[in-house]
């Protein structure tokens, strides 16, 4: 049996934002670190190699820190994907803050689409297409879709 994923309309992912851009800005705070962390490990073994894992290396302590502190992080940061991904979109790029929301128009389950830096979703495109392909979402005009009512709302704004 094949699982359908939550449909929802403009309006209704829109109203979601909020808690996705909480949980958003947290989630790229963590990813930036981890990062920086992951460089710094990739640094010690570059240096070191294997012997960092050696007790008597000078570093061992340092990378194990690094380490220990980059696996809570990469927890954390899956806990705040999971939330958001809870809600019934979808996190596509973490770097990019894309967040996508399933949405039916014409029969068609299309992407809603949305990055961090936009204060309304803006854009669309077919599920097999990415981020470059976005279209607006003004073009989703048909009457009878389950865009009609934000539609409507976005034009009395």
């Known amino acids: 049996m094949k699982i359908r994923p939550k449909v929802f309309t403009l309006k209704e ?20 670190r981890t990062k920086v ?26 990378c194990y820190s690094k380490m220990t502190e980059r696996n809570a992080l990469l927890q954390e940061l899956q806990y705040h994907i999971n939330n958001i991904q809870g809600l019934g979109c979808f996190v596509k790029d973490v770097n990019q803050g894309l967040v996508d929301f399933y949405c039916e ?15 309304e979703i803006l854009w669309w495109h077919k599920p097999n297409d990415g981020w470059g392909a976005r279209r607006s979402v003004s073009e989703l005009t048909k009457v009878g ?9 976005l034009r009395k704004m």
């Open 37 to 62: 962390l992951t460089t710094d490990i990739n640094d010690l073994f570059d240096i070191w190699g294997e012997g960092v894992y050696d007790p008597k290396n000078t570093d061992h302590t340092y």
């Open 105 to 119: 128009h014409n029969g068609n389950l299309i992407l809603l689409c949305w990055r961090k830096d936009e204060k």
């Open 13 to 32: 992912a829109n109203e979601a934002l909020p808690k996705i851009v909480e949980a958003l800005k947290r989630v790229v705070i963590i990813n930036e």
């Open 145 to 153: 879709t389950k865009t009609d009512e934000l539609l409507d709302s």
